[in-house]
C-alpha cells in the first residue's frame, strides 16, 4: 500500500522543515529491505559504476546520510548524501526552507546545514555492505579560510566510504561558493581534489548551477576534462526567479522543482553541446514524471536525480518514474537506457 497519500496532510500541516525532520525520523524506524526489481532495460553503467535504474535522489534530502539505505530500498537507482563539510555547521537561522505548493517548487536557504563528515563516516561504514550506489556529496564550510582546503579534506575523509564523490561548488547559499566554477578557481581546485583523490578511489562528479553565463559550460567542461573528472551533475538550485504564483516566491535562497525545469533543461544542453557526449551528465531540476526524465535523458543526461518533485508525490515516485522509462525504452526501439543518451 502507498502510504505517502496518508501522510501528506499531516507534512503538509506542518513548517516545510518540520515535515522534513519528521520524515527523516520515520524512514529511520523503517528497516531496509531488497530494493524492488526493475526491467533490465533500465540497468546501466555511468563511471565504472552499475546503476539498476537511471533515476537517483538529488543531495539535500538525506544531509547526514541517516536513510541512504532507506531510499534505495523505496527503488531510488541511487542516493546522494551531503552536503556534508568537514566540521559540523548549523546553516542559516529558521526558517530557511519553504514549499511553493502552487508552483510544486521548493525554496531553501539551508547553507549546508549539517553535522560534519566524521559523524556521517560513522553511519556510511555501515552501508559498505549495502550492494547499491551511495554517493558523498562534499563542500566547505562558511567560515573556513581555505574553501579549496576543504574540499580536498571532504574528498580523502569520505572516499573509503562513498561509491562517488561529488564537488559541490554551486549551492547559492554559502556566500561566494559559486565563484570556484570560474576558470581559475576551477582549475585549482581541481588540481588540489585529484592530489587528496586516492589511487583507485570512486569517481569524482562536480555538481555545476544553472545560473551560468554565455561560455561559461564551455570553460567549465575544459577544465574538468583536463582534470579527469568523471561526470558533470546540471544543475544546482536557482537563484532566479521565473514567474511564481506562491506567496513564498519573494525569499532568498535557491529554487528547485517545477519553474527549474526549463532552465536545468538547458543547461544540460549547454553542457552536451560542450561536452559532446565527452563526459558523462547527470540531469537534474524540476524533474517529476518520466517524460521529464526521459527528455533529460534523450538530452544527453546519462542518470536523473530528483529531490522536489517527492516533495509532493512521495518516495513512489522513483519507482513510478523507472517504470515509465523502461516502456519509454522499448517504444522506442532500443533494448538498453544508454541507447537513448542523446538521441534528441
Ligand atoms: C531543501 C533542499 C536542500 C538541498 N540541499 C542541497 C545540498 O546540500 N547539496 C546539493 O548539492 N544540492 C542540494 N539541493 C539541490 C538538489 O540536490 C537539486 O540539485 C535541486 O533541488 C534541483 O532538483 P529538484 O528540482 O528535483 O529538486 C537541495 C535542494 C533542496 C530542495
Redesign the pocket.
Known sequence: MRLYPLIRPLAFALD?ESA?RMTIAALKLVPPRRPPDFPPSLKTTVAGLDFPTPVGL????D?DAEVAEQMLSMGFGFV?V??LTPRPQHGNPRPR?YRLTQDQ????R?G?N?RGQPDAFQRLIDCTHVHGVIGV?V?ANKESVDRIADYAEGVRAMAPVAKYL?I?I??P?TPGLRQLQDEGALSALLEAVNEARPKNGPPVFL?VA?DLGEGEPDQIIRVAMQHGVDAL?V???TVSRPPLKSRFAVEAG?L???P??SL?LKALRDFRSASGGEIPLIG?????TADDAWERIRAGASLV???????YQGPHIAVHIARGLAERVSLAGFSNIAEAVGSE
Request: zero cysteines; a positive charge.
Open positions: 516545510a522534513h538529488a543531495a539535500g534530502f544531509k546522494e551531503g552536503t526552507l517548487a521548493v525554496i531553501n539551508m549546508f549539517n556529496n563542500g561529488t559541490n554551486s549551492s547559499n555538481k544553472p551533475i544543475a544546482n538550485t535557491g528547485s522543482g517545477a527549474l525545469k536545468a537534474v531540476g524540476g524533474i517529476a536525480q530528483l529531490y522536489s518533485a517527492m516533495v
